[in-house]
Nanobody, 124 residues
Framework: QVQLVESGGGLVQTGGSLRLACKGS????????MGWFRQAAGKEREFVAT????????YYSDSVKGRFTVARDNDWNTVYLQLDSLLPEDTATYYC?????????????????WGQGTQVTVSS
């Protein structure tokens, strides 16, 4: 069972950037498709981005496409989410998650393991 720890959140102004990281606990990290989700206060957790085990075929929600970039480095058991052109509506707790198998990776229930989350706050 892989354990995940996110980092990199913070407070940024509209139009700014952040880079989130999610580190897996061991080399089993390479077995998993990785995803990023976010949850704003009072809202449900929503899909943001996903990438396959080989670091290919990134896929994004429409709300972040063209502004966020997902990538992974299997040598470091880490997946990244680059957040650019941030908007106040991007304010949320961001979670990384790991999914087994060849799932598309856009639904919460496809993921077995979750990190604790990192807070991103975008001021207007």
């Amino acid at each position: 069972q892989v354990q995940l720890v996110e980092s990199g959140g913070g407070l940024v102004q509209t139009g700014g950037s952040l880079r989130l990281a999610c580190k897996g606990s061991d080399s089993t990290f390479i077995w998993y498709r990785m995803g990023w989700f976010r949850q704003a206060a009072g809202k449900e957790r929503e899909f943001v981005a996903t990438i396959d085990r080989n670091g290919k075929n990134p896929y994004y929600s429409d709300s972040v496409k063209g502004r966020f970039t997902v990538a992974r480095d299997n040598d470091w058991n880490t997946v990244y989410l680059q957040l650019d052109s941030l908007l106040p509506e991007d304010t949320a707790t961001y979670y990384c998650a790991a999914a087994r198998g060849t799932v598309p990776g856009v639904r919460r229930d496809e993921y077995s393991y979750w990190g604790q989350g990192t807070q991103v706050t975008v001021s207007s």
